[in-house]
Structure formats: C-alpha cells, structure tokens
Nanobody, 125 residues
Framework: QVQLVESGGGLVQAGGSLRLSCTAS????????MGWFRQAPGKERTFVAT????????YYADAVKGRFTIARDNAKNTLYLQMNSLKPEDTAVYYC??????????????????WGQGTQVTVSS
C-alpha cells in the first residue's frame, strides 16, 4: 500500500498557473502507475492525466491537453501536475491516485486503489 498526500492547491486568476504535488509514503512508489483526477462542485469525479511507472507513457483528458503536464520523480516519491492557462472550469478538488495494476496507465477510476485526500483548486474569472 502507498499513502498519498496532495499539496499545492489554491486560488488563482484565469490564465494563471499552479503546480500540484502528490507525495507518497513507502518504498513502492515506482511500482505504481499514477493519475490525477478532479471533482468539480456538483459533478462526478473525472480523469485528468495518468503516467506510467517509468514516466514514459502519459495520457491526458482532452479538456486539459496542451495546458497541463503530469510528471513524476521516483527518487522523491512525488507526482506532479503543472497546470497552465487555467480556466474557471478547472475549478475542482484534485486527487492523486495510484494503481499497482500491470499494463498501460489508465484513466479508469476503478483501477485505482490508493487515493489522496484531495486539494482544492479555484480559478477566478
């Protein structure tokens, strides 16, 4: 099992940037594919981005492609989400999640067994 803690959320104006971090406990971080998901007020949680164990395979949701960048540092047990050109519709609680499943990383939430507590991102217009 890996425990996940997100940080870096906050309030930013439209067009601004934020970088989220997700720090994992334990020595098994590098064996997990990792993902970012978000839940806007009154809506279901949705996929944002995912990255493979080595960082070589990355997928993004269409809504964030070209604006967000997912990355990981296995030596630091940390996952990142760089968010640029933020829009009010990016306002949500952002969660990091990990899966020990083999194969390519996935945007399917049910594949992820380990979740952080979430960090709030608010983008003002």
């Amino acid at each position: 099992q890996v425990q996940l803690v997100e940080s870096g959320g906050g309030l930013v104006q439209a067009g601004g940037s934020l970088r989220l971090s997700c720090t994992a406990s334990g020595r098994t971080f590098s064996t997990y594919s990792m993902g970012w998901f978000r839940q806007a007020p009154g809506k279901e949680r949705t996929f944002v981005a995912t990255i493979s164990r080595s960082g070589e395979i990355i997928y993004y949701a269409d809504a964030v492609k070209g604006r967000f960048t997912i990355a990981r540092d296995n030596a630091k047990n940390t996952l990142y989400l760089q968010m640029n050109s933020l829009k009010p519709e990016d306002t949500a609680v952002y969660y990091c999640a990990g899966t020990a499943s083999f194969g390519r990383p996935t945007g399917t939430q049910t594949e992820y067994r380990n979740w952080g507590q979430g960090t709030q991102v608010t983008v003002s217009s």
